[in-house]
């Protein structure tokens, strides 16, 4: 694997498994970037092709057509317009498959006309049961079509050697099919001098999709908008028209050969789905899956998730026992460290919500979800496709906001996102776990559920109706614009390939702990900086000034230690800011240290536990929870005589984790996605609004 | 003149032949999804509160919209 000989995109309809020959192609040699401008995920993988040489090839999002309906498939001719960019492929795979041949069969057509090399590869479909598969004559089809043509098996593999050796010849020259439609013959030549496009059908596209171009200036925008509107051209007929006469060719050349699959009445498919769509058990066994999936979630990822904890807290004594003691060693164990510990930490999550995701939809149960899920989202101002974004939320609403790509309507994508954030994610179980643990009683509730566990789906069914009536509320405000459309593929079930879902559960885990992971880390430093240092000199004066306080005479070393370390987190910078809120925060019922907790909370809120942990026990030999809980329950506060973390505090700190938006991660993913600083702006505003009134009115009910 | 037949006219089993479209803007992602003029559409069921609905045509299921089940004109 030396040398790059060939630079190959993948192309097909969805549900053709395009994935899954990708996966058999590279393995886990693949690689997660962005296209430039986009925020869709470029996968690129290299591909072993004889000893000495390899193809790289960049999976592109499935799609029916080079007019795109989504964001995501808008990257599919973006790609193969621009010969300049990097990604510009030397060849295009096209995976077909033969239920729905002649609709791959019509994306090909397009591809081909633009001029670019293209090899046909036929994927035996794993259907569980019902469809008489059409036989295909594969020598027949590359005569007529012009292509090469291959035939695969992308589950075992079959056929991909002969593939792999075939990419390495001399690629056909095409056969144009619709390169010139009449209508445009006027404008064609002067867009094709204008651009030097060697190709009548890019033109067409540059027609149809100028305004998507990123790499047009906006002078030539203008220009062929000016083009469009001299010569009257209605586009969405042009496209219409082109469409059928596809369709047309297509059936002339392989009617002799191949005809139209039968439908088959009462499939397995269909009798699943009697069940799954059906009004009473198609939301009972949804239901059932969501709890399944969280059970697991938080059941199964405690193990590791203790291990890892276990882990850290043992690298942080081991590297504190051999480096000098030090300001550089503090930064290292309790800022970097401690970060990297953070990151860690949620893997384990990540990779569980994946897995069932990625499960979900390799088997095509996601579609149904869509599907049973749409009417009731649309009451809301939601969309069946806001599901996926929504369910994702619970893990980590970066991903999850980055899913919504799918929804093809601008105002239901946009209400999507704007309520993702409100769903609980995995970043909240942290602060919702030990506060649960200091007020709640772990007794059981009717001889079955734990109280503390009943009190946290609480907590996520509250982040759920936040979500739920916001989204309904700016339906209201916002005016529909453009048609919502909801034409998808219910494809058929079959079992899910777990290559694909392992290879899925990596690339996401990698993407997280390198995206997100980079912030956390260094908000994790930042943080240690702020509680380590503040103005002035109290801090290097900390030791004299305690020592020589009245009520610490006679103190033993450890109690001296720890009353210095108080004071000097008191007046670090941190200690400083929290000071400063406090007016504000004290009608929620919290103090100083909590304030100091939201601020360091504000940028990512998983870092509360840590910042509790500092506050109380900076210094101290053991940082795990059930000391920190310990210490948190002995703290009085002043003014009562009481313990600080009464219910109504404790509530009261837990709905303002619930709907606040503490994750800075959150604010620059709806910046891309949106690319407008206004609807982070509003987002911010509006969680923090929502969040400090509903503690309030918490905090005033209960105490 | 009536309303033309639709396919959210169709009950559940009921096929007919797509005749054409009432919104050119919408019909072509149901065109390039295989809706073609001509072709055999079967209405094969509806989500529960009767929106979405499946619809049977070539070899695969298409969920949509009753409203956009509505722009395709059967005969």
Known sequence: ?703 | MPDPKTVADLKIGEAGEIAGFKDTKLSLKLLEMGCLPGSKVKMNSEAPFGDPISICIGGSHLSMRRAEAAIIIIK
């Not at chain 1, 596209?205 to 998507?212: A, G, P, R």
């Not at chain 1, 210095?564 to 400083?576: F, K, M, R, V």
């Open chain 1, 1 to 703: 694997m030396k040398e790059k000989v060939v630079r190959i995109a993948l192309i097909g309809n969805p549900n053709t498994g395009k994935t899954s020959l990708f996966n058999h192609l590279t393995g886990l040699n693949q690689k997660v970037g962005n296209f430039p401008g986009v925020t869709v995920d470029k996968v690129v993988g290299k591909c072993k092709l004889t000893k000495d040489t390899f193809a790289e090839i960049i999976d592109l999002p499935g799609t029916y057509s080079l007019y795109p309906k989504s964001l995501d498939e808008q990257v599919v001719f973006q790609s193969l317009s621009n010969p300049s960019s990097e990604d510009f492929p030397d060849l295009v795979i096209l995976v077909l498959e033969t239920v729905n041949l002649k609709r791959g069969l019509f994306l090909l057509t397009q591809v081909s006309d633009l001029g670019m090399p293209v090899v046909a590869v036929l994927n035996e479909m794993p259907v569980l049961q019902g469809h008489d598969i059409p036989e295909v004559d594969s020598e027949l089809l590359a005569t007529e079509m012009g292509v090469p043509v291959y035939r695969i098996n992308a589950r075992t593999g079959k056929g991909i050697p002969a593939l792999k050796e075939g990419l390495l010849s001399k690629p056909h020259p095409n056969k144009v099919i619709f390169g010139r439609p009449k209508i445009l013959e006027s404008i064609i030549p002067a867009i094709r001098i204008r651009f030097r496009l060697d190709n009548d059908f890019l033109a067409v596209q540059y027609i149809h999709q100028f305004e998507h171009l990123p790499f047009l200036s906006n002078e030539d925008k203008q220009l062929i908008r000016t083009l469009i509107k001299q010569h009257g051209l209605d586009l969405d007929e042009i496209k219409a028209l082109e469409t059928l006469h596809r369709y047309e060719v297509i059936n002339e050349r392989i009617g002799s050969f191949i005809s139209d699959p039968p439908h088959k009445e009462n499939t397995l498919t269909d009798k699943i789905d009697s069940i799954i769509t059906h009004k009473v058990w198609g939301y009972l066994i949804f239901l059932l899956v969501l709890f399944i999936t969280f059970q697991a979630i938080f059941s199964l990822a405690s193990y590791p998730m203790d291990l890892i904890d276990q882990g850290m807290s043992h690298a942080i004594g081991w590297i504190k026992s051999w480096m000098p003691p030090g300001p550089f060693t503090n930064l290292v164990t309790e800022g970097l460290i401690a970060g990297i510990g953070g990151v860690v930490m949620f893997i384990p999550q990540i990779a569980l919500l994946f897995m069932f995701v990625s499960l979900l939809e390799e088997s095509g149960y996601m579609a149904r979800v869509m599907f049973i899920m749409d009417a009731v989202m649309r009451k809301v101002g939601l969309n069946g496709r806001s599901v996926v974004p929504l369910m994702s939320g619970v893990a980590c609403a970066v991903p999850a906001i980055m899913s919504a790509r799918t929804i093809d309507n601008w105002l239901d994508r946009a209400i999507t996102i704007f309520v993702t954030p409100l769903m609980s994610c995995s970043a909240r179980i942290p602060v919702y776990a030990i506060l649960i643990a200091l007020v709640v009683p772990s007794t059981s509730v009717l001889g079955l559920f734990n109280l503390q566990g009943v009190v946290l789906m609480g907590l996520y069914l509250l982040g759920f109706l936040a979500a739920v009536a916001s989204a309904w509320v700016l339906s209201k405000i916002l005016k529909q614009k453009g048609k919502s459309v909801f034409v998808m593929e219910l494809p058929d079930y079959r079992v899910p390939r777990w290559q694909n879902v392992g290879i899925s559960i990596v690339e996401k885990v990698k993407t997280f702990v390198f995206e997100a992971g980079k912030i956390i880390v260094a908000i994790s430093i930042v943080l240690w900086f702020l509680a380590s240092y503040g103005p002035g000199e109290h801090m290097e004066k900390a030791s004299s000034y305690v020592a020589a306080l009245p009520e610490m005479q006679g103190a033993s070393e450890e109690e001296l230690g720890k009353a210095i370390n108080a004071y000097q987190l008191e007046h670090s910078y941190a200690g400083t800011f929290g000071k400063f809120i406090e007016p504000a925060i004290a009608p929620l019922g919290f103090d100083w240290k909590i304030g100091v907790a939201l601020i360091t909370s504000f940028a990512a809120r998983e870092v509360f536990v840590g910042t509790m942990g500092t506050i109380y026990s900076i210094g101290a030999d053991d940082e795990n929870t059930q000391s920190l809980k310990e210490r948190m329950q002995a703290e009085i506060n002043p003014e009562t005589g009481e313990s600080r973390y009464t219910v109504a505090v404790a509530f009261s700190l837990m709905v303002f984790y619930a709907f606040a938006l503490q994750c800075m991660s959150t604010v620059a993913v709806v910046y891309r996605e949106m690319k407008s600083w206004v609807w982070p702006i509003a987002q911010v505003v509006y969680m923090s609004s929502l969040a400090y009134l509903s503690s309030l009115l918490v905090y005033q009910l209960f105490k």
